[in-house]
């Protein structure tokens, strides 16, 4: 069996509060004789002090086995009502030890009664309930944390989950676009095919390495969307145009990765494209760290099917790392998108302890 090793915290309660404790009890068993004999330091103080360290021990080891059985936030108050009880029992044992052991070193100045000895258990009991609300209130707020910590991991994975789910269903049917294109333009232009395969090779080795860590920095993501929107202009050609315009000073900047090309799949999708009427997707910084992607709206005659699946998984991102700011602004002209840039700072406190590991 192995011992239970006393944390820091038990340690500094026998070393400072137990001495307090067992100078009052001393001073209740043997009243004023406590002041007059010195040698009472050797006779009583030390011998209790020795002999509560075998309550104090039992107090640990029990402590340590209700956290174990009853760790959970919903049994807090289950757990307080067992220790107070287990307290109790330990205080009652410790008491009757220390009028033994006084009895025993100093037989003719030992008077007992059972007022002393009640009083002696209202000294234990006040000053070990009190500890134990605070540090009870302590574990509260450690395992209450732990817990929020816990479920922003879970809704994260959970969201990462969703991302991948997304990423498989846009992939393959865009993959299909662009291998038909680039069928074509094998057949009609050699050197136009060539380019645009470069552009795809691009894009997806971009979607395979640079998207595992979920975030990426602005810059990254504007090289991408550009290789993105070459396929796109290939295939639409003057039925599409981007126009950007950022402010280099935010190149370093972070945002959920595939944002952007979520945002101009989407523009694509549900907007009709025609060479009279181009769609035009706007992407262009502002002050307070932001960034916009704005388009004209095309009205189809047959609208897409859209669970906003792509808008709800960067809204969500955005909320897991504590960022507000995402707008999405709609009238009958146009459709924008607020996305926050985020400058990750490892000392921010507003951000989840997690999100260095996605950035």
Known sequence: MRLVKPYKVEWLSYFFIMPV?????????????????????????????????FPWYLDVICTRYIHQKLAGIRQTGKRILVIFI?????????????????GFFNPDLYHPTLEKFLLCMM????????????????????????????????????LQGEFEGLKSQVNPHFLFNCFNTLSSLITEDKAQAEIFLNELSKVYRYLLRNNEDGMSTLKNELQFIHSYFNLMKTRHGEAIELQMDIDKRYENYLLP????QLLVENAVKHNSLSKNFPLTIEIFTTVG????????????????????????????KYELLRQPG??????????TVVLPLIWLNAADPKLPQYAQAIS
């Open 86 to 102: 287990k307290q109790f029992l330990i205080i009652l044992l410790s008491v009757i030890l220390i009028f033994v052991t006084i």
């Open 123 to 158: 000294v234990g009991l006040t000053f070990t309930y009190i500890a134990i609300i605070i540090w009870e209130g302590n574990y509260f707020f450690r395992q209450w944390k732990e817990s929020l910590r816990e479920r922003e991991k879970y809704e994260f994975l959970s």
């Open 326 to 335: 995402f707008q999405v602004i709609e009238d009958e002209k146009s459709f």
């Open 257 to 260: 990765s595939l944002s952007l």
């Open 289 to 316: 760290n932001k960034l916009l992607v704005n388009n004209n709206i095309r009205q189809r005659n047959l609208k897409a099917p859209s669970g906003k699946v792509g808008l709800k998984n960067i809204r969500s």
């Open 21 to 53: 404790i067992a100078a009052i009890k001393c001073y209740i068993v043997l009243d004023m004789s406590w002041f007059k004999y010195p040698g009472l330091f050797y006779t009583a103080f030390l011998p209790v002090m020795a002999v509560a360290l």
